[in-house]
């Protein structure tokens, strides 16, 4: 049981460059979460997903799309990479927000993305 | 719009001594709060929740307390270690939401 995985764990993009990350759990969980982090700052959220086929805008969605296939896949993209986009993106998986269920979001290890 | 925020950005203490990381929040819709620890280099780990419906929560050397009346978290560390030092998060989640708002964190660290 790998938990949840992210790929790739770091990467330079140069400015206008493209690129999809991706993020893996194996735990059936329905939702599943981007965020980005940056020095200093807590985590922000991105697009999420409440299940297989859907995706929704977090708080800072602009300059990125997600896609959720399959159910224990969720994929983030960059169409046109700028400066401002370097960071450290962490995906995190849940069952959801069920009563009586455990909801917590079980995290990957991030990938560290510059744009030069 | 609402946020979660904490009151110190660091924290040090004596290794043995207990630690108190503490949270503010002004949602008064919230109704999950959870702790998380994240190292260096690694993603936020899971240390422990509470429902609005209880006043606190132990587990393994922590304790998470709710204060709804004056919308505070806090954590309790006992008997700090050494691998304690990280950055702590607490986040929060509204009532009928399906996500979390995370705070700034607090950065633990041990002296020896």
């Known amino acids: 049981n790998a938990g949840v995985t992210q790929t790739p764990k770091f990467r330079v993009l140069k400015t206008g460059q493209s690129m999809t990350l991706l993020c893996a759990q194996d735990?059936?969980?329905?939702?599943m979460y981007w965020y980005r982090q940056d020095p200093g700052m807590g985590l922000r959220l991105i697009h999420y997903?409440?299940?297989?086929?859907?995706?929704a805008k977090g708080e800072v969605p602009d300059g990125y799309n997600v896609s959720r296939l399959k159910k224990q896949n969720f994929l983030l993209g960059l169409e046109s990479a700028a400066p401002s986009q370097t960071s450290v993106y962490f995906c995190?998986?849940?069952?959801?927000?069920?009563?009586?269920?455990?909801?917590?979001?079980?995290f990957g290890p991030g990938t560290r993305l510059l744009v030069l | 719009g609402e946020s979660v925020g904490l009151h110190l950005p660091t924290l040090s203490v004596q290794e043995g001594d207990n630690s108190i990381i503490n949270c503010a929040y002004s949602n008064s819709a919230s109704d999950y709060f959870i702790w998380y620890k994240q190292e260096s280099g690694k993603g936020p780990q899971f240390i422990i929740d509470?429902?609005?419906?209880?006043d606190k929560r132990q587990g393994q050397r922590v304790t998470v307390l709710l204060n709804k009346t004056v919308k505070h978290l806090s954590l309790q560390i006992a008997a700090t270690q050494p691998g304690d030092s990280a950055v702590y998060f607490c986040a929060e989640k509204e009532k009928g939401a399906q996500k979390l708002v995370f705070g700034q964190g607090t950065r633990l660290t041990i002296n020896p």
């Open positions: 995190a998986s849940s069952y959801g927000w069920l009563a009586g269920v455990r909801e917590t979001q079980y």
């Open positions: 735990m059936n969980h329905e939702y």
């Open positions: 997903s409440v299940g297989e086929g859907t995706t």
């Open positions: 509470i429902r609005s419906n209880m």
